[in-house]
């Protein structure tokens, strides 16, 4: 059937409120927009990719794993030329104290504050008065540890075991520090390059 232009017209007339009508539902009942999830939703939907404890309201973060170092005490000497004794301190505590023989008149052990400048185990000598140079063995007058705390670039002074047991305990050496060889193998094993050393009268 062919209708006239008027007859046309008029029927799109007639239809056009249905047809806006049946777009506008469309629109409305069209697809949802993506909903946004409430803060609680987006909660429990992060449940499964954090560590959630049931018992708390809310996900818990554990800190950061932070290494536990041990203290730093540092060890110190003091040695007490009056008392022919040097002590070991580890921060304000007394670790241990030995006996030993200073310099004699002419060659005092000098005082003041010095570090641990040289350790050596089975150490050779050299005589500083006729150049005759010494191995290590039972005799060396050094015995089997040294410990230097003071050099003038040319001489040296420093703790040291000795084979003349009998000078411990009095001012008897050239300004070293001379000490037992079983303490001074302690002593060697508790001190460090660097370490301080005190020297009072």
């Given at each position: ?39 609680r ?29 041990p203290?730093?005490?540092?060890t ?5 030329l ?17 006996p ?5 008149e002419g ?8 570090k641990?400048?040289a ?38 002074i ?17 300004g070293?520090?001379r000490?037992?060889n079983?303490?001074?193998r302690?002593?060697?094993a ?12």
């Amino acid at each position: 059937m062919v209708l006239s232009k008027n007859k046309a017209i008029a029927a799109l007339h007639d239809s056009l409120p249905l047809s806006l009508g049946v777009v506008l539902i469309l629109v409305s009942v069209g697809l949802p927009a993506t909903a946004q999830p409430t803060p609680r939703e987006a909660l429990d939907s992060s449940r499964s990719s954090l560590l959630y404890l049931p018992f708390l309201d809310e996900v818990q973060y554990l800190p950061p794993i932070q290494p536990v170092l041990p203290e730093v005490i540092e060890t110190r000497l003091v040695l007490k030329l009056g008392e022919r004794r040097v002590y070991v301190y580890q921060g304000n505590s007394l670790k241990a104290s030995y006996p030993v023989a200073v310099g004699k008149e002419g060659w005092e052990t000098p005082t003041g504050q010095f570090k641990v400048t040289a350790m050596l185990k089975n150490p050779g000598w050299t005589n500083p008065f006729t150049g005759e140079v010494m191995g290590a063995g039972a005799d060396n007058p050094l015995g089997e540890r040294w410990i230097q705390f003071w050099t003038d670039g040319e001489n040296a002074i420093g703790f040291h075991g000795t084979p003349t047991r009998e000078s411990v305990g009095r001012a008897a050496s050239h300004g070293c520090v001379r000490m037992y060889n079983e303490d001074v193998r302690e002593l060697y094993a508790l001190v460090l390059l660097g370490t301080p050393v005190t020297v009072e009268p």
